[in-house]
């Protein structure tokens, strides 16, 4: 049972609930417990539940609004999301849509509650782990969707992503190539890591490869004296390093501010690259090499292939943009 053949009878029988109580949580006219709401988008996703979609048929209309769930929760720095969001909105209006933001942890039930009111045309989602509970949702409810990000199992699905993996080796080589022995990777927080979250993994995996067995990778916070305390935990534990990658936008300053107060000089003795904007590695003194994350580029690209979707036109399941590494 699933798609056009599913009632909203056959969600309340699936939930447990009566037929109002699904309506009054897809409308949200009455507040419905937390535990009550869940059950009901847990089974409108399992039944694939598109109460307005014949509606909308008939009509040969579309919402005219696509969706974006930002990652709104630890590990992730705010100035980049904007970036991600601006350009998504600025590629949506030359086409006509309306940009509604969602958040990350909103999870499958809210994939299920936006496919379910028919108030977007599609979805772009962010923030993709490898094993992402959300994929399997969006496979259930046929919700024409972007992923910015890759799954383990990308299998039927439009990826749009930053060849991670590739500007993690495009960074160990850059330090190898300086004669840097010992080499480390400041990465994403731990929670990034924790969530398995593809990017950070493959940053991780494309700098170990590039870099040999002197390499190690350390989770970096983002608070100042969280830093402070693991730059010199890691310089203590490796006292040959010579060479360091930051792919954490918000740590940078602090480290710079961390190995000058242990004596490194950045350039000279010592190197340091970036992943991350170029504003970051700009205003640093010394100003740092980077791979720049495009952001904007990213989300004008998964909006374009979302288009692409609606017009029912085909689009590359697989689109990974090659790094570029600016020295300066």
């Known amino acids: 049972m699933a798609g056009r053949g599913v009632t909203i009878a056959d969600v309340a029988a699936r939930a447990g609930v009566a037929a109002s109580t699904v309506s009054y ?10 535990e009550t709401a869940d059950r009901v988008m847990a089974a409108v996703a399992d039944l694939g539940y598109h109460p307005h979609a014949g509606a909308r048929s008939l009509a040969s209309r579309r919402a005219g609004v696509v969706a974006m769930m930002l990652p709104l929760r630890d590990g992730m720095h705010l100035p980049v999301l904007m970036q991600f969001a601006s350009g998504a909105v600025t590629e949506a209006r030359r086409h006509d849509q309306d940009v509604l933001l969602m958040t990350a ?18 979805l772009i989602l962010m923030d993709v782990e490898v094993r992402d509970p959300r994929v399997e949702a969006l496979r259930r409810l046929g919700l024409p969707s972007v992923l910015i990000g890759f799954p ?3 299998e ?15 960074c160990a080589r850059y330090l190898v190539d300086r004669g840097c022995g010992d080499v480390a990777l400041l990465g994403a927080s731990e929670a990034v890591y924790a969530r398995r979250t593809g990017f950070a993994e493959r940053v991780r995996e494309g700098f170990l490869h590039r870099a040999g067995s002197r390499a190690e990778v350390w989770p970096c916070p983002d608070d100042p004296a969280s830093v402070q305390r693991t730059v010199k935990e890691l310089l203590t534990s490796k006292p040959e390093l010579t060479g360091l990658a930051v ?5 940078v300053g602090h ?7 242990a004596g490194k000089r950045v350039g000279e003795d010592f190197h340091v690259v970036v992943i991350g904007p170029d504003e970051v590695a700009e205003r640093t003194h010394p100003q740092l090499p980077s791979v720049l994350v495009p952001a904007e580029t990213l989300a004008e690209t998964a909006v374009r292939h979302l288009m692409r979707k609606l017009d029912g036109l085909d689009v590359p399941e697989s689109t990974l943009i090659e790094p570029q590494l600016t020295l300066r």
């Open 247 to 251: 792919h954490n936008e918000p740590a």
């Open 156 to 170: 039927g699905l439009t990826c749009v992503d930053l060849d991670f993996e590739a500007a993690g080796r495009m």
């Open 25 to 34: 949580v897809l409308s949200g006219k009455r507040s419905i417990s937390p």
């Open 105 to 122: 942890d909103e999870g499958p039930a809210g994939l299920a509650r936006v496919a379910a009111s028919a108030i977007v045309d599609g």
């Open 152 to 154: 383990a199992d990308a």
């Open 255 to 261: 480290v710079m501010h961390a190995l000058a107060d």
